[in-house]
């Protein structure tokens, strides 16, 4: 399980409930954010002809989650 804790001045990466890595580097953003799923490979992932393909992602569900002032 992956999780991400932003608030107004860092982020806080998990994997299966332990802190990965925190960060306040770059600028939290400030906006309302949305998911975006994708196996997209980039020029950082690699050279593409030595990837095994096709490529498929399982996603067994989301949640997400708004903190609410006073609760």
Do not use: H, N
């Not at 953003?29 to 020029?43: A, F, H, M, N, R």
């Amino acid at each position: 399980m992956f999780s991400l804790w932003r608030t107004t001045g860092e982020y806080v990466f998990y994997v299966d409930g332990q802190e990965t890595w925190r960060t306040k580097a770059g600028s939290v953003c400030q906006v309302p954010l949305y998911l975006k799923w994708s196996t997209e490979i980039g020029e950082s992932a690699g050279d593409i002809r030595k990837a095994k393909l096709p490529d498929d992602t399982i996603i067994d569900y989301v949640r997400v989650f708004d903190v609410v002032a006073g609760k």
